[in-house]
């Protein structure tokens, strides 16, 4: 049994990692400041003795006692990092020095959440780890594309400057249960327009790619990668590298949930990649991982989540 810390513990992926590390049997303290994440995500394992949760902002230092961290905190979604940008970079930042001061104290081993956001609109296709990437600097979604890749560069210098136990993760699209019903995602908006009734809305002509990870994969993923060598330190790509345009997407969200929305086309946002797969060799070799689950499986289990809570008003009120 080992002593994780989750940081962002209580949104999407946190809630789904802290759960599958208390399946393994450690002993898990998820640390949250509830910007995007909700308790009610990890309502179940409330009363497990193997669980604990803190409310507690990564930009302020932490003093506790763990052997592996996972450094999750940051709002993820367009809609929630542009709310407050500089925020969203102070969290990325300062989140990242007070992580990696503690693993250092401690003599931690601790993983970073990356994003495929660091390779910005590519230029290569698919995106391998050693390509530098094509980020906007002042854009509207530089604050996080910056700030992560700001985060990579100190999991890096702390590494060979202070000898840390590193991993960066580069997580492409994931969806799945516990998606915030309102972030603006592709999945999590279609779904609740289909189930909703309401109008499926496409942005730009919807032939931008994107490649969906279900969620249960990439938290293998993570564990796999926690566990791999001390010489391993990524960063390794961790995504579904079957790609889709954004229409295809919308029409099978139509066909499975037989909801009778019709699509509309809105702007394409700036900034928005015109396509993204990941290059998963390396997580292939080295952590001998792929993705499991097929996109239309993947969507059956999303939409039961969302068929339940867009039925229960009281959780509804909890994200209003
Ligand atoms: P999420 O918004 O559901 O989870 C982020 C969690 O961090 C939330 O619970 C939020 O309350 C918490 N948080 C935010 N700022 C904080 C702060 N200052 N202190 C403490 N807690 C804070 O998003 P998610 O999809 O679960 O993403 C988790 C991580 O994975 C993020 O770092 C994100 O950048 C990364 N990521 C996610 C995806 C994806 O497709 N879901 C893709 C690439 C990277
Ligand atoms: N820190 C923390 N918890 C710890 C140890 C450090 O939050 O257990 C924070 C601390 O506030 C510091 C940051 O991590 O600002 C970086 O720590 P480091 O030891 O690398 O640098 P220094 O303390 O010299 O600034
Ligand atoms: N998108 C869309 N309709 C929506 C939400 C998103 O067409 O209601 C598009 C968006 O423009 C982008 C893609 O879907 O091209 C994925 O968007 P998301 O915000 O989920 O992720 P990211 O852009 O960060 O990959």
Same mark, same amino acid.
């Given at each position: 049994m080992k002593r994780m810390l989750v940081t962002g513990g209580a949104g999407f992926l946190g809630s789904h990692l802290c759960e599958r590390l208390i399946n393994d049997g450690h002993d898990v303290l998820c640390v949250d400041n509830f910007y995007t994440g909700r308790k009610a995500n990890v309502s179940s394992l409330m009363? *497990? &003795?193997l669980f604990e949760i803190m409310r507690h902002d990564v930009c302020f230092p932490l003093y506790v006692e763990v052997d592996e961290i996972y450094n999750l905190a940051c709002p993820a979604s367009p809609v929630h990092y542009q709310f407050d940008p500089v925020q969203t970079t102070k969290t990325s930042v300062h989140g990242a020095i007070n992580t990696l001061g503690l693993a250092k104290r401690v003599k931690a081993k601790i993983m970073q959440a990356s994003t495929?956001?660091?390779?910005?609109?590519?230029?290569?296709?698919?995106?391998?780890?050693p390509y530098w990437g094509n980020v *906007? &600097?002042?854009?509207?979604?530089s604050c996080y594309d910056e700030g992560k890749r700001c985060a990579e560069t100190l999991f890096f210098d702390y590494y060979r400057q202070h000898r840390l136990r590193i991993k960066v993760a580069r997580i492409f699209n994931t969806y799945g249960?516990?998606?915030?019903?309102?972030?603006?995602?592709v999945v999590s908006n279609f779904i609740v327009q289909a189930l909703q009734g309401k109008n499926i809305t496409v942005y730009g002509k919807g032939s931008q790619t994107r490649s969906f990870c279900y969620v249960d994969d990439l938290i293998d993923g993570f564990v796999r990668l926690m566990d791999s060598p001390d010489t391993f330190t990524g960063p390794v790509n961790l995504g579904n590298p079957d790609e889709f345009s954004i229409l295809e997407l919308a029409e099978k969200v139509i066909q499975i949930t037989e909801s009778k929305s019709k699509i509309v086309y809105k702007p394409l946002p700036q900034d928005d990649p015109t396509q993204r797969q990941p290059d998963i060799k390396l997580a292939r070799k080295t952590l001998k991982w792929k993705p499991q689950v097929k996109l239309e499986d993947g969507l059956k289990e999303t939409i039961k989540y969302f068929r339940k809570l867009l039925s229960d008003p009281s959780a509804l009120i909890d994200y209003q």
């Open positions: 009363m *497990n &003795p495929s956001e660091i390779y910005g609109d590519p230029e290569v296709h698919p995106q391998p780890e *906007n &600097p002042i854009g509207f979604r249960p516990r998606m915030h019903p309102n972030d603006g995602r």
